[in-house]
C-alpha cells in the first residue's frame, strides 16, 4: 500500500522521516500482511531517491518497545537495539530526536547506539545535568542547502517525559523562542521541528510559532494520510513500527507536499546484502536465549503445569482446542523464523523463560521442535493419524503455544488444591490482541465494541 502521489514536483529538497519503530528489525509476524522492515525502508529510500538533495530523520521511539526491560530480556533486546543501530547507519539515517523509550537500557547505553549508528542527536531543551558534558552530546540544530535555500532542523521534547535521572528537559516553547530571538529566520530559510511533545502541543506550537515550516511528530502514533495544516505549518506523522516511509518535497516554488509510502512485500526483491547481514547475525547472537533453561524453584499455587497434564481430564477440551489457533501459536514464528526474539516468544508462549519441549524422559527439545510438535498433533487430534514425534504420553512439559494456563492462571496443584480463574477477564485477552498485533480488534485505536466478547465465544472452551 502507498500513497505516494503521482504528481510530478518541482523540488528542490526532500525529506524523508519516520519514527516509533519500536525496536523491530523486520516485519512482526502476528499482523496480516504485515508492514515495516529495514530491508523494505532501505529498498523504499532507493526506489524515493532524486538527484535533489534529501536528508532522511527519525522523531524517536525506534530502538525499544518500551520505557522498561525486563531482566530475563534485557540482553537478547540489547542486542537487538545495536543490530538496528548498525541498520540505520546502512540506512543512512542522519537525525534523531529521541523519546522516552530509546532510553530503555540508560543514557549510556543511547550513546553507544548513537556511536554506532553515527545518527546526530538533535534537541533544544534536552541536555545533561553534568556540566561537562550537557554541551556536546545533544545537538541543538542541524543545517543544511539547497540551492539558495537554508533548511534548519530543531528537536523539542516535552516535559512529562519519563527520562534517565542524568537528563533535564528545559520548556520547549521558552527553548525555541530563546532560540530564534538568537537567530531569527530569514527569507531564504525554513524552520523544520522534530517533536518529542504530541499532536495537541504540536499543533499549539504552530499556532505560537507561524514560521514553522514543518513539524514532524511522534509519540502518538498518529497516521496523518493527509497532514495536519495550521496556518502555513505542515505536522505529520506515519503511525508505528515503521509501517510507512513520510516523505516531504519541498519547493522553491510552492508549498510542501508530503507523501506517505507503505513498506509492503513488494520492496522486499534485491535485499540489500549488508542489512540481510545485519539481520542474519542478530538471529544468531540472540537464539541462544531462547534455549531451554531449568526454571527456578516455584511457590506451588503459582505453578505451571502445561497443557499435557490436563488431558487426561480434559479430553474433550483439549480436542476443541487443538482445532484453534491458540494451540497452533507458534506457526508464524516459525514461518518468519521468529524465535529469536522475546518480545513475540511473550505471547506466542506460557512462558518463554522455561524453554521449550521437556520429555518424561528428561530430554529438552527447542521452539523449531516445539512448532512442528503442535503441528503434528493437531492433525493426529483430527484424523487419529501419523502419530506425532516425540507422542503426547512422552510429554512431561510442553511451554509453547497459548494454552490453558495463559488464560485461566497456573494450575498449581490443581485438582486437589487451588482454584484456577473460569471466567477470563477482558485485560487478559488485551495484554497480546494490541492495536498494533490485532488490527483487525481495532477501529482507529480504539477497541471495536463487544469484539473481546465476540473473540471469546469462538474460542470457549466446551463442557468437559
Not at 525499544?64 to 537495539?81: D, H
Request: aromatic share 8%; glycine share 6%.
Amino acid at each position: 500500500m502507498a500513497f505516494v502521489s503521482t504528481t510530478v514536483h518541482a523540488e528542490s529538497f526532500r525529506l524523508f522521516y519516520s519514527h516509533d519503530g519500536m525496536g523491530e528489525l523486520e516485519p512482526c509476524g502476528c499482523r496480516a500482511n504485515p508492514m515495516g522492515g529495514v530491508i523494505r525502508l532501505k529498498n523504499a529510500l532507493k526506489k524515493q531517491a532524486t538527484t535533489s538533495p534529501s536528508i532522511y530523520v527519525d522523531t524517536g521511539n525506534s530502538y525499544f518497545e518500551s520505557r522498561e526491560v525486563a531482566g530475563s530480556l534485557r540482553e537478547p533486546i540489547r542486542i537487538q537495539s545495536e543490530k538496528l543501530a548498525e541498520a540505520h547507519r546502512e540506512l543512512g539515517l542522519k537525525l534523531y530526536v529521541p523519546g522516552d523509550k530509546d532510553f530503555a537500557l540508560g543514557l549510556d547505553h543511547f550513546k553507544k547506539l548513537v556511536k554506532i549508528s553515527k545518527i546526530t542527536p538533535l534537541s533544544l531543551n534536552l541536555e545533561e545535568r553534568d556540566e561537562k558534558t550537557k554541551s556536546h552530546f545533544f545537538q541543538q540544530e542541524f543545517v543544511t542547502k539547497s540551492g539558495d535555500t537554508s533548511y534548519r532542523f530543531v528537536g523539542l521534547h516535552g516535559t512529562d517525559l519519563i527520562l534517565p535521572e542524568e537528563l533535564v528537559v528545559k520548556n520547549p516553547t521558552e527553548a525555541l523562542k530563546k532560540y530564534l530571538d538568537d537567530k531569527p529566520l530569514q527569507t531564504n530559510e525554513k524552520l523544520i521541528v522534530l517533536s518529542e511533545l504530541t499532536l495537541e502541543k504540536d499543533r499549539t506550537l504552530a499556532e505560537m510559532f507561524t514560521k514553522i515550516s514543518l513539524i514532524i511528530g511522534s509519540r502518538d502514533q498518529a497516521f496523518t494520510q493527509t497532514p495536519i495544516t495550521v496556518g502555513s505549518t505542515l505536522i505529520v506523522q506515519t503511525s508505528y513500527r515503521n509501517q510507512y516511509l513520510g516523505i516531504v518535497n519541498f519547493s522553491d516554488e510552492s508549498a510542501p507536499v508530503a507523501e506517505l509510502m507503505g513498506l509492503d512485500e513488494s520492496l522486499e526483491s534485491s535485499p540489500d546484502k549488508k542489512l540481510v547481514q545485519i539481520i542474519a547475525n542478530w538471529k544468531k547472537s540472540t537464539r541462544k536465549f531462547s534455549s531451554i533453561s531449568t526454571p527456578a524453584a516455584q511457590n506451588s499455587s503459582k505453578q505451571f503445569q502445561t497443557f499435557p497434564s490436563c488431558v487426561s481430564c480434559h479430553d474433550g477440551i483439549f480436542k476443541f482446542w487443538m482445532g484453534t489457533p491458540h494451540s497452533q501459536a507458534l506457526t508464524p514464528l516459525l514461518a518468519k523464523d521468529q524465535f529469536s526474539q522475546p518480545q513475540c516468544l511473550t505471547c506466542h508462549t506460557l512462558k518463554p523463560d522455561r524453554g521449550a519441549l521437556v520429555l518424561e524422559n528428561g530430554k529438552k527439545l527447542g521452539w523449531t521442535e516445539h512448532a512442528s510438535f503442535m503441528k503434528d498433533l493437531a492433525q493426529f487430534t483430527r484424523t487419529g493419524t501419523p502419530a506425532p514425534k516425540p507422542q503426547l504420553e512422552q510429554v512431561k512439559q510442553a511451554w509453547g503455544a497459548v494454552q490453558c494456563e495463559n488464560c485461566h492462571g497456573p494450575a498449581g496443584n490443581h485438582p486437589f488444591e487451588g482454584q484456577m480463574k473460569k471466567i477470563v477477564p477482558e485485560t487478559t485477552c488485551l495484554k497480546c490482541h494490541t492495536e498494533e498485533r490485532a488490527p483487525s480488534w481495532y477501529e482507529g485505536k480504539r477497541l471495536k465494541p463487544g469484539i473481546v466478547d465476540l473473540k471469546k465465544k469462538l474460542i470457549q472452551c466446551p463442557a468437559g
